[in-house]
């Protein structure tokens, strides 16, 4: 059996890695647009110099994969078209392209590798007293701005967002609130209209001065399956059968951010569990058994605040808030495992 594993982040790896594991005879192939695998949710770490966020993808694979680095450019009747116009055939597919950034001109993207490294080369070349203005308040605007703070005390941080940390509630909110402001993290309510260099434009009509300005919101996904013709959701999301199959065509199956699952959230604590359940699904029908259906399994929302300090609030199954949460080292040692955990487990294809 032909497997083609199209993206190799969180869900993409682990998936090949699975189908390598537990799919007797499958030849695996991944093609991702890099040699690397990124670990995405570390990406505001790559940002502000604390960490590395990258590592040969060669070594996140289980030996006998075929690693092919492109990017695919069209899915078409069982093969997928790459930009130099190689084909790769495959009885199945799993499509794990994730989501992507629109940043607004003038502004550099963090959400995307090639995006965290050059803000990682601007941030560095800022002298003392310069300003960065993040923009973005959910969890990726949040971990940007402190992770900066922490790092670059000599910075002034500004935030700019019309809400920051509404992706959690109560006291943990609150605790995200207090490490902003103990951090000298200047929280504007607003939006940037336009970045320009030197300052941006709110939409207010403000201006405030801005020597970098870090985009850091993610949204939308790739539109490689909507111009593949596969049936996707308003925001691009293939739209997906209880097994993650492609309503359109059953031999594909889409998994992580770009799969349309009701609620479902982007996060990699989605992308694993989702890749987990696809390959099961795809062992099971490949023995001739009755596959089981993906469900929700979510456990926290966890924002890192700097590095010293974190907040973790608990969910249920369905990603509903709990009013249970944990903070400070406690919370940083919880993050520290989640991002340990998720690289071994993607490495291991266990865990989900
Ligand atoms: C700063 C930051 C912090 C985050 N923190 C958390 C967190 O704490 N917890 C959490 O759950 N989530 C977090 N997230 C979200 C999480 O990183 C994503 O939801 C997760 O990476 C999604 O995994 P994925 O495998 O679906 O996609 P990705 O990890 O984005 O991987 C997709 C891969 O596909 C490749 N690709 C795309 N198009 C093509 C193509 N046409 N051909 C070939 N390859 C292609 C991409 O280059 C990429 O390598 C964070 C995100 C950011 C940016």
């Not at 790769?88 to 950034?101: K, M, N, P």
Request: hydrophobic residues 45%.
């Amino acid at each position: 059996m032909k497997v083609v594993v199209v993206g190799a982040g969180y869900a993409g790896a682990f998936a090949a890695n699975r189908v390598a594991k537990r799919v007797k005879g499958a030849e695996v192939t991944v093609v991702n647009e890099r040699p690397e695998f990124v670990e995405r949710i570390r990406l505001h770490q790559q940002v502000a110099g604390t960490a590395v966020a990258a590592t040969p993808l060669t070594s996140m694979l289980r030996a006998g994969i075929v690693s092919r680095t492109g990017t695919v450019e069209r899915i078409g009747d069982g093969a997928v078209i790459l930009d130099d116009g190689e084909s790769i055939g495959f009885d199945h597919l799993f499509l794990a392209v994730g989501s992507t950034v629109r940043p607004l001109p003038g502004t550099v993207p963090v959400g995307t590798w090639e995006g965290a490294v050059r803000a990682r080369a601007a941030l560095a070349a800022l002298a003392a007293g310069s300003t960065v203005t993040v923009v973005g308040g959910g969890a990726t605007g949040i971990e940007t701005a402190t992770e900066v703070a922490g790092a670059r005390p000599d910075l002034r941080v500004r935030l700019v967002a019309a809400a920051v940390a509404d992706c959690l509630s109560g006291r943990a909110r609150q605790r995200v609130l207090a490490a902003l402001d103990r951090l000298g993290v200047d929280v504007v309510e607003d939006g940037v209209a336009e970045a320009a260099v030197g300052a941006v434009r709110l939409r207010s009509g403000r201006e405030v001065p801005s020597d970098l300005t870090l985009w850091a919101i993610v949204a939308g996904v790739p539109e490689l399956a909507a111009r593949s013709g596969l049936e996707v959701d308003a925001g691009g999301r293939v739209v997906v059968d209880e097994f993650l199959r492609s309503v359109s065509d059953p031999r594909i199956f889409a998994i992580g951010d770009c799969a349309a699952v009701p609620g479902a959230r982007f996060g990699c604590q989605t992308a694993a569990p989702q890749a987990g359940a696809a390959v099961d699904a795809l062992a099971r029908l490949a023995e001739g058994r009755a596959p089981e259906p993906y469900a929700l399994h979510y456990v926290a929302r966890c924002v890192s605040l700097g590095g010293k300090d974190a907040v973790a609030q608990f969910t249920q199954r369905d990603d509903t808030l709990r009013d249970s949460h944990i903070k400070g080292r406690t919370a940083v040692l919880f993050k520290k495992i989640v991002y340990t955990g998720t690289k071994y487990g993607t490495r291991k294809a266990v865990g989900a």
